[in-house]
């Protein structure tokens, strides 16, 4: 039932328009399938038009505007939800408080405690830890029911339920296309060298984004970074998402690719959060959200140095933030000419920035 929902990934009426409170940052409304196409044949565009006028292309995209935003609700929660249990799981084997990078569990007593919940026996969670389950591509199967992928552990009654008891026709639908208008446009940006940057959303849509992304990255992004996830530094876990996404693309072995920015949605995330009930995802100050951003860069910089695999975009329009950049290249033998550092600042919006930079 909606009440078993967890607040923050709840359908609510007084935030159903995106678009309200919302300055610095284009918000899309969905209307109908038909409109997403529209978007999706705009982006299309954008990205020839990218592919034509140099070398090094970048376009942007957003998901919201590729299809129903309540999908990314839902696979948010049970992202979320997962994760949740995971580090419930850390907690009982004596990791609670450290890093996500830090938390290692032991997949025998992970395997013990999920046979000894009633969520799965030994033999039906060995293929969890195979890789053969996940993937876009499976999530694109048009045999696949996807409300059987949105599964999720109830630590109470120690069963994996159905987050939703079923999905219409029409829902199935319409998640499968939003996958499948991803699916076109990182094939486009392949064909045409261009890198597609993924923007960041609301942070109640963003654990589903960023997955979604990373199944990209998975497939597009072998031989160099494609596909750029984006990594909003004014959030709390900003750090914990960076670390364990690099961390990802040393095991399968892609190409890193991301945009750090410190975030456009606060106020209107401040007040969901207050008039819902939920924690305030943002970081308390803005220096806090500061050093966020350069422990987040310096972690990227640092994995670039070692492997030369990674790229950062540096989508900032902070004087101090552009100097410790290029501090920080210099110091790890980083040359602009190995194009793995890019900048990203608004046409005319701080050109006494971007002009000497450019220089």
């Known amino acids: 039932?909606?009440?078993?929902?967890?607040?923050?990934?709840?359908?609510?009426?007084?935030?159903?328009?995106?678009?309200?409170?919302?300055?610095?940052a284009r918000t899309y409304f969905y209307a109908d399938e038909a409109k997403c196409d529209q978007h999706m044949e705009t982006f299309l565009r954008c990205i020839d038009a990218s592919g034509g006028s140099s070398e090094d292309g970048f376009s942007a995209i957003k998901l919201t505007a590729l299809g129903r935003p309540q999908f990314l609700l839902q696979f948010s929660e049970v992202l979320v939800k997962w994760r949740r249990f995971f580090h419930q799981m850390a907690a009982e084997q004596g990791q609670a408080g450290r890093a996500a990078l830090e938390m290692k569990l032991e997949v025998e007593k992970l395997q013990e405690a999920l046979a000894h919940l009633g969520?799965?026996?030994k033999a039906e969670s060995q293929h969890w830890f195979t890789g053969e389950n996940l993937g876009v591509s499976g999530l694109i199967d048009s045999r696949t029911k996807l409300s059987k992928l949105l599964l999720v552990p109830n630590m109470q009654t120690g069963q994996l339920e159905p987050l939703l008891s079923h999905f219409?026709?029409?829902?199935?639908?319409?998640?499968?296309?939003?996958?499948q208008r991803m699916d076109v446009l990182a094939k486009r940006a392949t064909e045409k060298g261009v890198r597609l940057m993924v923007d960041a959303e609301q942070s109640y849509f963003q654990p589903a984004i960023s997955r979604l992304t990373l199944e990209m990255q998975r497939r597009?992004?072998?031989?160099?970074?494609?596909i750029f996830n984006t990594?909003?530094?004014?959030?709390?876990?900003?750090?914990?998402?960076?670390?364990?996404?690099?961390?990802?693309?040393r095991r399968?072995?892609?190409?890193?690719g991301t945009k750090l920015v410190r975030g456009a949605y606060m106020e209107q995330e401040r007040e969901r959060a207050a008039q819902i009930g939920y924690e305030d995802p943002i970081n308390?100050?803005?220096?806090k959200t500061n050093e966020m951003y350069h422990r987040c860069l310096d972690?990227?910089?640092?994995?670039?140095k070692h492997s030369r695999k990674a790229n950062v975009m540096v989508a900032s329009h902070n004087e101090d933030t552009v100097k410790f950049t290029l501090r920080r290249m210099v110091e790890l033998g980083i040359h602009p000419s190995e194009k793995k550092v890019y900048f990203g600042q608004l046409l005319g919006m701080c050109d006494q920035i971007t002009f000497p930079l450019g220089e």
């Open 1 to 24: 039932g909606a009440e078993q929902r967890e607040k923050q990934y709840r359908v609510h009426r007084g935030f159903g328009d995106r678009r309200g409170g919302v300055i610095s």
């Open 231 to 249: 990594y909003q530094c004014y959030l709390k876990e900003a750090y914990d998402n960076v670390t364990v996404d690099i961390e990802l693309s």
């Open 119 to 121: 969520i799965a026996t």
């Open 220 to 226: 597009f992004n072998r031989d160099r970074a494609i």
């Open 284 to 287: 308390p100050t803005y220096e």
């Open 168 to 179: 219409t026709e029409e829902e199935e639908l319409q998640m499968k296309r939003m996958l």
């Open 252 to 256: 399968e072995g892609w190409r890193f």
């Open 299 to 304: 972690y990227i910089l640092e994995e670039i």
